[in-house]
């Protein structure tokens, strides 16, 4: 079993910079996928941003170019580093950890419970 500890969330002004960071423990599984979700309210759960432990990253659409991930493999912990922030980038951002092999009771597909950025004008 994985759990993660979320933390970084908070309120910044439009244009602003906040980082986030997830912490993943437990024993038995390797972690070997690290990203960030999020959801608006009234909206679709969406990638943010999510890398490998061999380093391949990918971004969704919305944030290529302003945020950058990074994974400390020996750590278990991903950062989300978000710039010039966007009033839409407001919402309920999840850490999320794949992990193997798969476990029986808890599955390989984990989430933190969410930390809320909100952005101001």
């Known amino acids: 079993q994985v759990q993660l500890v979320e933390s970084g969330g908070g309120l910044v002004q439009a244009g602003g910079s906040l980082r986030l960071s997830c912490a993943a423990s437990?024993?038995?599984?390797?972690?070997?996928?690290m990203g960030w979700y999020r959801q608006a309210p009234g909206k679709q759960r969406e990638l943010v941003a999510a890398?490998?432990?061999?380093?391949?990253?990918n971004y969704g659409d919305s944030v290529k170019g302003r945020f950058t991930i990074s994974m400390d493999n020996a750590r278990n912990t991903v950062s989300l580093q978000m710039n010039s922030l966007k009033l839409e980038d407001t919402a309920v951002y999840y850490c999320?950890?794949?992990?193997?092999?798969?476990?029986?009771?808890?599955?390989?597909?984990?989430w933190g419970k969410g930390t809320l950025v909100t952005v101001s004008s």
């Open positions: 437990g024993s038995g599984q390797t972690v070997i996928r």
């Open positions: 999320n950890a794949l992990a193997e092999p798969f476990d029986p009771e808890y599955g390989m597909d984990y």
């Open positions: 890398i490998s432990s061999t380093g391949v990253t």
